[in-house]
């Protein structure tokens, strides 16, 4: 790993190099694969009635992509502004561990407090996973510059992809959106597969997978929520055990 006493010499030169860094590492297989979903995204979007602007504006705002899902369902459907912001709020919660994993990786002691709180709206699976795999490679000084680059990058990218397919959605294929949106929850499943640090991790997503649709059909409309939490305590019960065991 480069020494951070390596960049006091020009601390502005080099934060643009590891911003610029980020910005590069954005462009990956990752990446690509979001912004295909982002293709589907903008097809829903169309079809839901929403104008390009608020489309655009919409995908910088509400980053994660299943959030803006949530809410577009929400309008298809005809819900009040307060319980599409409540559904939207609700998907979001499960970025919170996300954040509270990734903020130590970032911070040092002399890190503003203000820089986190912005850093933390690019927050979303596909960057999550891209940072927790290089910030171990980025000095502890460089990591905000460094992610400050890959997620706006991301969130830019995205908003001229979803721009620019607004403007053709209509030439193109229903199943062809539907498929590509399909994309991102195979992707994050398998990123979240290969990133997860402890058997736990594997545990909850093997039982999510199951719970999902049973609890569909037991709880619609409750369904996530059920089987997450289910899913999860279950997972950080095997946990326990498991630690238990070793000692």
């Known amino acids: 790993m480069p020494n951070d006493t390596a960049f006091l010499s020009d601390p502005v030169l080099h934060r643009r190099t590891w911003y610029l860094r980020g910005v590069r590492a954005s462009f990956s297989i990752p990446g690509l694969i ?40 929400a309008i298809l459907s005809g819900a009040s502004l307060p319980a599409a912001a409540f559904a939207v709020a609700l998907s979001s919660v499960r970025l919170m561990p996300m954040v509270v994993a990734l903020v130590p990786e970032m911070r040092n002691e002399r890190t503003p407090k203000w820089v986190l709180y912005l850093l933390s709206h690019f927050v979303a699976v596909t960057s999550w996973v891209l940072a927790m795999e290089n910030l171990r490679h980025v000095p502890r000084s460089m990591r905000t510059s460094y992610y400050a680059g890959l997620g706006s990058t991301l969130v830019v990218v995205n908003m001229v992809v979803v721009g620019i397919v607004f403007q053709i959605a209509g030439a193109l294929p229903p199943s062809a959106s539907a498929a590509l949106l399909l994309l991102t929850p195979i992707y994050f499943l398998t990123s979240l597969w290969g990133s997860a640090r402890e058997r736990a991790g594997h545990v909850a997503m093997i039982l999510g997978l199951f719970l999902g649709p049973v609890f569909h059909v037991l709880l619609p409309g409750f369904d996530l929520l059920a089987a997450g939490l289910i899913g999860g305590f279950a997972a950080y019960g095997f946990h326990r055990l498991r630690r238990r065991k070793t000692q």
């Not at 079809?47 to 577009?72: C, D, H, I, S």
């Open 34 to 73: 979001l912004a295909s979903a982002f293709v589907g995204f903008a097809g829903l979007a169309r079809e839901a009635g929403l104008t390009l602007a608020e489309t655009v504006f919409m995908t910088g705002v509400v980053w994660a992509l299943p959030a803006k899902v949530v809410l577009v369902g």
